[in-house]
């Protein structure tokens, strides 16, 4: 049976780059290094693709993910989005990019480092979890970042939902949420692959 995918509408400008901002490398197309994909429009700045049913659109050296169909959004909501936005660190000169959707958000850095962090505005000395599936992760008083951020982001192709708590400040009350993964492995892939195919722009 045939997946219904939920349609993602995006009004876009025209592409403006900006000197020193990131862009794609001449050539490089996401949806052509993925066996799995059907490509609608690649090795352009804003290439659209199909990863196993997953919807996604390239805008430059940033990448929106349509990930719910019909079925899903009864229980988990309508507006489910992930972004995957890069940029140039203007002290460094390095690339890195990030993932975002709800209370999680993962990192990626052209030396491979990775991270991931839940919520904002933590209570100091509060535990930050976030589960997924039977899988259960904990950090105590680092703003909410996980020191295993690399273990975790790579567990998520093994559950479907995720929850995730954290202790928002002044308040000192638990936030809690619960939703889907899914798209979350295409925000992982996207990412780890924008940080190795985007360059700087010319001036």
Known sequence: MKTKIAALVLVAAPIALVAGELKLKDGASFCGSR???ECL?????????????????????????ATMDEQEADSFGRDVVWSVHCQRDKMS???????SFKTIFMFFEQNGNESLLVGSDHFPGTVTSIKIGDKRFDTRDRDGEFPNGRTIINSFRDGKTAVTRYTKWPYRAWIDDEFTLRGSELAVQLSRWLVKNTERAPD
């Open 41 to 65: 429009d690649p090795g352009s700045n804003t290439e659209r693709g199909v990863v196993n049913g997953v919807r996604y659109r390239l805008f430059g050296a940033n990448a929106y993910i």
């Open 93 to 99: 000169g390095s690339r890195n990019c990030h993932a």
């Open 35 to 37: 066996k799995n994909a």
